[in-house]
């Protein structure tokens, strides 16, 4: 039996093979991936932003070897973003931080 990080690690590359296995290669995403795992995966972030290019600013920032694709590395370091900004609210939400 895996434990349960060994689990979420098994779900992350899952979904990330999901994607990036759509069109072209299947070890990056490319923008329209991306943009898909965005919308499907967390549509509650893109869907409460008024601003359109924001999925795109994001992927180029991710983009860390400028190649157009996000291989898993880049695709982490989103995952690793987003996991340090729901700890910190959590902390800040803490009676006793
Ligand atoms: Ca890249």
Same mark, same amino acid.
């Given at each position: 039996?895996?434990?349960?990080?060994? %689990?979420?690690?098994?779900?992350?590359? &899952?979904?990330?093979?999901?994607?990036? =296995? %759509?069109?072209? #290669?299947?070890?990056?995403? #490319? !923008? %329209?991936?991306?943009? &898909?795992?965005? $919308?499907?995966?967390?549509?509650?972030?893109?869907? /409460?932003?008024? +601003?359109? =290019?924001?999925? +795109? %600013?994001?992927?180029? !920032?991710? $983009?860390?070897?400028?190649?157009?694709?996000? +291989?898993?590395?880049?695709?982490? /370091?989103?995952? =690793? =973003?987003? &996991?340090? &900004?729901?700890? +910190?609210?959590?902390?800040?939400? #803490?009676? /006793?931080?």
């Amino acid at each position: 039996m895996p434990t349960e990080t060994e %689990r979420c690690i098994e779900s992350l590359l &899952a979904v990330f093979q999901r994607y990036a =296995g %759509r069109e072209g #290669s299947s070890v990056t995403l #490319s !923008k %329209r991936e991306f943009r &898909a795992f965005m $919308d499907t995966e967390l549509a509650a972030f893109t869907k /409460n932003q008024k +601003d359109p =290019g924001v999925v +795109d %600013r994001m992927m180029k !920032k991710l $983009d860390m070897n400028s190649d157009g694709q996000l +291989d898993f590395q880049e695709f982490l /370091n989103l995952i =690793g =973003g987003i &996991a340090v &900004a729901c700890h +910190d609210s959590l902390i800040l939400k #803490s009676p /006793n931080p």
